[in-house]
């Protein structure tokens, strides 16, 4: 029993562990409720289901700031690595905390919404029914939750040992905005997608889909005998978890340039993920409305990166909490909605006129 104890109340990553079961314990109940409640059987997720489902997670994602307060308020908090979080204490601690977590989450919540584009776009290329689609995404997103716990950890480590890392981080975040500005709405063409075709020429992918199932069990067109064969689900599956690798190369260093206190990073993180799959299916429908929302997550980057090196002109070197968050809302809230303003006419109004 005291070991156990003692256990569950030594510290890791700068909380004690039960904080950090108790997160994860939450995840796999909303995991838990998402896949044995609300989609217990396979059936397609219309428009407004999708947004009922979205509004849910979002609110939960919001809601847990009021988490983050409550723990960085009291003795919780724990030896936290970033400065912003140790300059200050008791109520204002809370505050910047909860600021962090928000800034966190809407830069997360924006960044993971690209994803949808390019997973729609395969979901088409790979002619997956939308039956289906919710079935790859939700496995899609437990491999998402383990690959960011890694690549979380390990930037943890990186910027707790070596604080220049975050003005790499900074420069490749300016880089990054720059360049998507510079690139603009370009939908690229999946045929010659290089991660796709490389999946295709080293799996076994069969050309139909067989019911739900990830693989199948089929006779070898040359010996006649079974073997596993890939469906195109699995194949879509593997590029949802390689899309999101890629992705998070942009994420992570934007959450690190925010904070660099883990379980602010690892919160934000996830319950912007989580809500995405729910997300999905509206985002997927109204793709075309959200067509200027890139040029705001670009400048969103910019920002992010260059508030490291601004911060260095503020007391305790820090760009203050509450700015970034007010500007970062303001950049994709703009995008937003300048996006809906611009695509506010049907295409076939606009082209008459």
Do not use: C
Not at 22 to 34: Q, S, Y
Not at 56 to 61: H, L, P, T
Not at 64 to 77: G, K, R, S, T
């Amino acid at each position: 029993m005291d070991i156990l104890q003692s256990l569950l109340f030594s510290e890791f990553l700068g909380k004690e562990t039960w904080i950090w079961l108790a997160f994860i314990g939450a995840v796999a109940a909303l995991l838990a409720f998402d896949l044995g409640v609300v989609n217990r059987h396979d059936h397609e997720i219309g428009v407004r289901e999708s947004l009922k489902l979205s509004a849910f997670y979002i609110a939960i994602g919001i809601g847990f700031a009021w988490v983050v307060w409550h723990l960085y308020n009291n003795d919780y908090a724990g030896a936290s690595i970033d400065p912003q979080l140790l300059a200050v204490a008791g109520e204002e601690r809370a505050w910047t905390a909860a600021q962090l977590y928000l800034t966190g989450f809407a830069v997360e919540k924006t960044l993971a919404l690209d994803n949808v584009f390019i997973i729609s776009m395969v979901f088409t290329y790979l002619a997956i029914p939308r039956l289906y689609q919710h079935r790859v995404l939700f496995w899609g997103i437990i491999g998402v939750i383990v690959l960011r716990a890694i690549m979380i950890g390990l930037g943890a480590a990186l910027v707790s040992q070596f604080s220049w890392v975050l003005y790499v981080f900074a420069v490749f975040l300016i880089g990054t905005g720059i360049m998507m500005l510079r690139k603009g709405d370009h939908a690229p063409d999946m045929s010659r997608n290089k991660v796709l075709n490389w999946l295709k020429r080293r799996m076994n992918v069969t050309p139909d889909l067989y019911g739900n199932k990830f693989r199948v069990r089929l006779p070898d067109p040359k010996t006649g005998k079974l073997r596993w064969f890939a469906t195109p689900l699995l194949l879509a599956l593997f590029f949802v978890e390689i899309v999101d690798l890629i992705f998070a190369i942009d994420s992570v260093p934007a959450i690190f340039a925010i904070t660099s206190d883990p379980y602010i990073v690892y919160t934000s993180n996830i319950f912007a993920i989580l809500g995405l799959r729910a997300l999905f299916f509206a985002l997927a429908a109204m793709v075309h409305r959200f067509q200027y929302l890139k040029y705001a997550l670009a400048l969103t980057l910019v920002f992010i990166g260059a508030k490291i090196f601004l911060g260095d002109f503020f007391p305790g070197g820090k760009f203050p909490a509450v700015w970034s968050l007010t500007i970062t809302m303001s950049l994709i809230g703009s995008g937003i909605l300048y996006s809906l303003w611009r695509t506010r006419r049907p295409v076939t109004e606009t082209a008459s006129s």
